[in-house]
């Protein structure tokens, strides 16, 4: 039972660590790669992984004028 709830926890930490790059991807972010890179090398500390989550989470600027402002 103890080695079960040892596997949850890591489990959950990995999602919540990758969790950045997973919006991003998601998101069809276009420094997506670059959020990646971040969450890999600095995801460990706190600030790396918020820097790298706030990039994830901000919407790009769509243009005047484009299909995706019809939809």
């Not at 670059?34 to 989550?53: D, F, H, T, Y």
């Not at 790009?60 to 995706?68: F, I, S, Y």
């Amino acid at each position: 039972m103890k080695s079960a709830l040892t596997i949850a926890v890591i489990v959950v930490f990995i999602v919540l660590y990758v969790l950045p790059s997973y919006v991003a991807f998601s998101r069809g972010s276009k420094d997506r790669w670059l959020i990646l890179l971040i969450n890999v090398v600095l995801g460990g500390s706190v600030i790396g992984w918020g820097v790298a989550l706030y990039m994830a989470t901000c919407t790009p600027k769509k243009g005047k004028g484009t299909v995706e402002d019809h939809v």
